[in-house]
């Protein structure tokens, strides 16, 4: 099954509504999570809309804020999981 | 320094705790452990500084006694400012450095606070704050030093103090302190558009936390979780019920926070105390595995509905756990009823939520109709309170705190309206039916939907906005808030940033909406409910 590419504006689309402040000046390595920009109950739809991207469901394994505290690094991620 | 049980006090719990135990650890935060000594030194520097101006005295009014605002986010700072703001003899005013400086600088004006103790996270929102609030400040930072350019700025105003004007501890005198008296005041959200302060008295939270050590037999080897921000009530059981048995208060950093179920390993936690949310969070992010908190004794939940499958994966996760549902408004000081979830349980066969149970002991629940009469057993009514956590009221509003604390017919006893509709069973169990009003709980967080429509018409402009929490679970439980505006000249980027501005993060619409025009009930009234179905 063809899974759909992610690209960056469509992320960051999906992150803007969990959003706690203007995503306007959001570069590539602003920290998401660590920082309180984002929910930490975001991580659930990102979860899941993550999954959606790669095709692959996601373990506790995955969980891991190093692999999704920024924009480069959740691009990163995906594109690693479906290369497997 | 001895005290009756009748005139203890919070600050009073902690240094018997610190007495008793020097050389234990009292708080880890920021990758550093805290002796009861070394906290206990760093409190009573931040006190003796505050007294260096005025103490205390018995002459003060119990409800007037003064307070002190501490701007901070869990450092060692926020919470010796917290510590030292009590052992000075004053009652303290949590808020966090994320919240907007001008409702920083509302909260401060409102509790007419003169001082002001603020953490390095707090540093970067100072100048605001101080440029907003007009009445001269005493401004702490005990781990910073003052800058000459903001010290220059309002020298004609306000007076600031850094890390090297800090008193010694040993300079610090015990303050006389009512038991009447504020320990904390916390703002929660107005249904009128401004945040309402609720005073909770050093007899209030003394009480409760009595019940809880006894309850839970809390003891110096145990490690409390802290999931909760200093403004939420709750984060007193963490912070109060750790430090009253000798036992270790352990902070996550904001990594660790995104992944609380690794944190209880890491940290070695025996106390777990959250809202249901979280636990759902690890349930959902396919982290709250059978057997994985083999260490927990105690895991607790408040602040909104506890479904019974998320209690249910939390006792699997952690088997030698005492898994309970509290509830309470801050009124009623954290919590004042509660039920013991156990697996197999014939009252939750047919149930989506854990009830929210009995009373706490000496706390009187009554589920009463408009007039305030009992309701029959098993019809639903709005839950009062009434015992020795009924709070202070409503700092400076004498008419809401009326409104609200209210002796029924035929009642001396003073009672809080909760605002809750429930329901007593035969079985002597209360069950919580949802909100007689407009309040709404997002991860615990109270908010009255009428606060948000005041600041959106206000920001935006218009005559008429209305505000619906949205997801809303079967719990009852919203995830979040969606507006909705019937002018569609409204900027809606603009003023999503105004609103930024006024309301806490928590508050702000996930999304704002704009109608052609609000649909009416019967009654001429903005139809909520056939907003809220154009959502789905």
Same mark, same amino acid.
């Given at each position: ?51 959606? *991207? ?31 | 320094?001895?005290? @009756? ?15 008793? *135990? ?20 760093? /409190? ?57 400086? /001008? ?63 800090? /008193? ?108 249901? @949310? ?107 309170? /009434? ?50 009003? *407009? ?98």
């Amino acid at each position: 099954m063809a899974v759909p590419t992610l690209t960056k504006e469509h992320l960051i689309e999906q992150l803007e509504v969990h959003a706690r402040d203007d995503l306007g000046d959001l570069t590539d390595d602003t920290e998401l999570f660590s920082s309180g920009l984002i929910d930490s109950f975001a991580m659930v739809d990102l979860l899941l809309f993550l999954e959606k *991207h790669t095709g692959t469901r996601l373990g506790p394994e995955d969980m891991d804020v190093d692999n999704l505290n920024t924009i480069a690094k959740i691009l990163a991620f995906v594109a690693s999981r479906k290369r497997r | 320094m001895s005290a @009756s049980p009748d005139d203890r006090t919070l600050h009073g719990e902690f240094l018997r705790a610190a007495a008793d *135990h020097p050389e234990r650890p009292a708080l880890v935060v920021d990758g550093e452990t805290l002796s009861y000594s070394a906290l206990r030194r760093r /409190a009573l520097a931040i006190a003796a500084t505050l007294q260096g101006r005025r103490v205390a005295s018995a002459d003060d009014h119990p409800a007037e006694a003064p307070l002190t605002c501490v701007l901070g986010q869990r450092s060692a700072a926020g919470f010796a400012g917290i510590l030292g703001a009590l052992c000075s003899g004053r009652g303290y005013v949590p808020m966090l450095p994320s919240y907007p400086a /001008a409702r920083i600088a509302l909260m401060i004006r409102r509790s007419r606070a003169r001082e002001l103790v603020v953490d390095g996270g707090g540093l970067r929102l100072l100048a605001d704050v101080l440029a907003a609030v007009d009445a001269p400040l005493r401004v702490l930072m005990p781990d910073a030093a003052v800058d000459p350019a903001l010290r220059e700025r309002f020298a004609d105003k306000h007076t600031l103090l850094g890390a090297d004007d800090l /008193a010694d501890p040993a300079a610090w005198a015990p303050p006389v302190v009512s038991r009447d008296a504020a320990a904390y005041l916390l703002f929660t959200s107005g249904s009128t558009g401004e945040p309402k302060g609720v005073a909770v008295a050093h007899r209030n939270i003394v009480r409760f936390l009595d019940v809880v050590r006894e309850r839970y037999d809390l003891r110096p080897e145990d490690r409390f979780s802290h999931m909760f921000e200093v403004t939420f009530d709750l984060s007193l059981f963490d912070l109060f019920g750790a430090w009253s048995s000798g036992a270790c208060l352990c902070c996550p950093d904001g990594k660790q926070r995104l992944l609380p179920a690794r944190y209880v390993g890491d940290a070695g936690l025996s106390v777990w105390f959250s809202v249901p @949310s979280t636990a759902l969070l690890m349930k959902d992010t396919r982290t709250l595995e059978a057997g994985a908190f083999p260490g927990l004794r105690l895991a607790l939940f408040c602040g909104e509905a506890l479904t019974v499958p998320v209690a249910a994966a939390f006792a699997e996760a952690a088997p030698a756990a005492i898994v309970e549902n509290l509830y309470g408004p801050t009124e009623l000081t954290l919590a004042c009823t509660l039920y013991r979830y156990e697996a197999g349980d014939p009252a939750l066969a047919d149930a989506d939520v854990v009830p929210i149970g009995a009373p706490f002991p000496g706390m009187r629940a009554k589920v009463v109709d408009e007039a305030l009469r009992e309701v029959a057993a098993g019809d639903s009514g709005e839950l009062i309170v /009434a015992g020795p956590q009924v709070a202070l009221g409503y700092w400076d509003d004498p008419a809401r705190t009326a409104a609200s604390f209210v002796r029924p017919p035929g009642e001396d006893a003073l009672f809080y309206r909760t605002g809750d509709r429930v329901r007593l069973d035969a079985d002597g169990v209360l069950r919580f039916l949802g909100r007689l009003d *407009h309040q709404v709980k997002i991860r615990g967080f109270r908010v009255e939907l009428g606060e948000v429509e005041a600041v959106l018409r206000r920001e935006a402009g218009v005559d008429a906005a209305v505000a619906v929490g949205w997801p809303v679970t079967s719990s009852g439980c919203a995830g979040g808030i969606v507006a909705f505006l019937d002018d569609a000249a409204v900027d809606v980027r603009a003023l999503r940033r105004r609103l930024m501005e006024h309301l806490p993060r928590y508050m702000l619409p996930t999304q704002v909406k704009i109608v052609d025009a609000f649909p009416l009930n019967a009654n001429g009234k903005i139809d909520r409910n056939a907003l809220r179905a154009t959502l789905s």
